[in-house]
């Protein structure tokens, strides 16, 4: 049985004020679950003050992107050595507005997801594809080029320290959610390319997560299907009570 890896990716938000003031009132709220591993993703600037907050408690900290080098002449990036110096145990990697709107590749991504392993960080690795592509039946296609390219080279152990994140871009943002069955359908096809590509043992493990719009009222009837194994949560993770809403359906 998979444990449930529920994830809020905080994205542009938050001031660091902010930031520790809601895991503070997060902590209080999850006290007691102990069915889920639970993540939050703050800003770069929130990451050293959140994590001193976090100290003591089981909820684990996560950046939203890292580079493929431990340090040098980058402007504007971040480390995996630098996440984990404030106490980051994941990063995110693939988000889809990475891809977009900094035309991050699957082959830059799979170097930064080797890297990132390789320096000690666990990942959750975002595939997923466009309401364009989805309508013109190219759903699958751009899963297993994105599934086969972005985790291409990596070893059986490799998979214990990560995740998949299927994301449809089109329900990111947008108050639109994919259906569970959709959601399923997704996954499963996720889980059959990775038990093709790196046998049933890795596909077995490996967690999937829906990331999509997600919220306290839809969350418990998307993981009940057999293939969703958590969340990564946006909007609704800004909020310490709707993202334990989340939490504890997921449970």
Known sequence: MRKPLIAGNWKM???????????????????????ADIVVCPVFTALSAVGEALKGSAIEMGGQNCYLKESGAYTGEISPQMLKDVGCAWTIIGHSERRQYFGETDELLNQKLKFALASGLKVMFCVGETLEERESGQMNDVLERQVIKGLAGLSDSDFDSMSVAYEPVWAIGTGKTASPEQAQEAHAFIRGLLSKQFGAGVAEKVRIQYGGSVKADNAAELMAKPDVDGALVGGAALKADSFAGIIKASV
């Not at 938000?13 to 069915?35: F, I, Q, T």
């Open 13 to 35: 938000n938050l001031l660091v004020s902010d930031a520790v003031k809601m895991v503070n009132e997060l902590k209080s709220l999850v006290a007691g679950v102990n069915g």
